[in-house]
C-alpha cells in the first residue's frame, strides 16, 4: 500500500515561486498532474524510482523542475516563473510498475495510487 501526502500549495503572485512536496514516493515512479473544475487531469511531469529518468510538459519545461530525494522518500515539483494559468489542483501519483516510459508516465490511467491533492493559486 502506498500513501502520497502533497503539501506546498497556496496563493501567491504571477512571477512567484513554489515547491511542491509528495511524501511516501517509495520505490515506485512518481507523476505529477494538475486539474482545474470542469476540466480533465492535465499531465505536469514524471520520474522513475531512480531520478534517472524525468518527463516535463512541454507547456511548463522551462519553468517546473521534477525531482526526488529516496533517502527522503519525497518527491518534488519545482514551480518558477508562475502563471495565473498555472492556478489548478496539483495531485502526485505512483506508478508501481516496474519499468517507466515516457508515453506510459503521462496517462493518469496509469498510476495505481493519487495522493489527495494541494491548491495552487497564482494571481496575476
Known amino acids: 500500500q502506498v500513501q502520497l501526502v502533497e503539501s506546498g500549495g497556496g496563493l501567491v503572485q504571477a512571477g512567484g515561486s513554489l515547491r511542491l512536496s509528495c511524501v511516501g514516493a517509495g520505490d515506485t515512479s512518481i507523476g505529477w498532474f494538475r486539474q482545474v473544475p470542469g476540466k480533465e487531469r492535465e499531465f505536469v511531469a514524471s520520474?522513475?524510482?531512480?531520478?534517472?529518468?524525468?518527463y516535463v510538459a512541454d507547456s511548463v519545461k522551462d519553468r517546473f523542475i521534477i525531482s526526488r530525494d529516496n533517502a527522503k522518500n519525497t518527491a518534488y515539483l519545482q514551480m518558477d516563473s508562475l502563471k495565473p494559468e498555472d492556478t489548478a489542483v496539483y495531485y502526485c501519483a505512483a506508478d508501481t510498475s516496474p519499468s517507466w516510459v515516457v508515453t506510459r508516465s503521462r496517462n493518469p490511467d496509469e498510476y495505481d495510487y493519487w495522493g489527495q491533492g494541494t491548491q495552487v493559486t497564482v494571481s496575476s
Open positions: 520520474i522513475s524510482w531512480s531520478g534517472g529518468s524525468k
